[in-house]
């Protein structure tokens, strides 16, 4: 099992553009997050999803937005990159279940320079 | 609201040292709460769980509810455990498995 997966590993963007980071996940996870780590921030969540087809609003979801069209995948867009979305980007995914709350399983991380 | 405080960025000690890495939180309700390791190259995964009461590569966590804290222990370090924890709270209701996570402490085991 590969595990969490995100695409692409680094990526450089001028102000203004967008673009789409990719998680993936094998595990049959029913809950996935998005987070950015930042120094002396620690990791903080943009947007997570319960299931397929659900999105919601984590504490720093501005600027973001996502997509839960298939079960393994959950998509991070950033429409009009800004110099402040200059962090490293990282996915997880939770089984949610009972006694598994809290474990969750983390990507590779994707870093992210906006010029 | 819900908070995760550790107050040192940077812990530097000796090997065979006792290490304790601080976590304090604030939450209303019942707190869950866990401590996460990223070595160097890896991937953020979990240590511990204050539920299990288990013992991880040595490191031991209690939770306590009167000082709201949960301080990350081992009684020798290793130069392996060089790495960046985090201590993090499980919050929110509703069943969503959401972590609020503290700022990080990198451990540096020096030899």
């Known amino acids: 099992n590969a595990g969490v997966t995100q695409t692409p590993k680094f990526r450089v963007l001028k102000t203004g553009q967008s673009m789409t980071l990719l998680c993936a996940q094998d595990?049959?996870?029913?809950?996935m997050y998005w987070y950015r780590q930042d120094p002396g921030m620690g990791l903080r969540l943009i947007h997570y999803?319960?299931?397929?087809?659900?999105?919601a609003k984590g504490e720093v979801p501005d600027g973001y937005n996502v997509s839960r069209l298939k079960k393994q995948n959950f998509l991070l867009g950033l429409e009009s990159a800004a110099p402040s979305q200059t962090s490293v980007y990282f996915c997880?995914?939770?089984?949610?279940?009972?006694?598994?709350?809290?474990?969750?399983?983390f990507g590779p991380g994707t870093r992210l320079t906006v010029l | 609201a819900q908070r995760v405080t550790q107050p040192e960025k940077l812990l530097s000690v000796f090997k065979g040292a006792p290490v304790e890495l601080k976590c304090n939180y604030s939450?209303?309700?019942?707190?869950?709460l866990f401590w996460y390791v990223q070595y160097s190259r890896q991937r953020l995964q979990l240590l511990l769980r204050?539920?299990s009461r288990e013992s991880i590569k040595g490191f031991t966590a209690d939770l306590n509810k009167g000082e709201t804290s949960f301080h990350l222990k081992k009684p020798f370090a290793q130069e392996e455990d060089s790495a960046m924890y985090y201590c993090?709270?499980?919050?929110?209701?509703?069943?969503?498995?959401?972590?609020?996570f503290g700022q990080g402490t990198t451990l540096q085991v020096k030899p």
């Open positions: 939450y209303s309700g019942s707190p869950e």
């Open positions: 204050h539920i």
């Open positions: 997880a995914s939770s089984s949610g279940l009972a006694g598994g709350q809290g474990e969750q399983f």
């Open positions: 999803s319960v299931g397929e087809g659900t999105t």
């Open positions: 993090a709270l499980l919050y929110g209701s509703g069943n969503t498995g959401k972590l609020i």
């Open positions: 595990m049959n996870h029913e809950y």
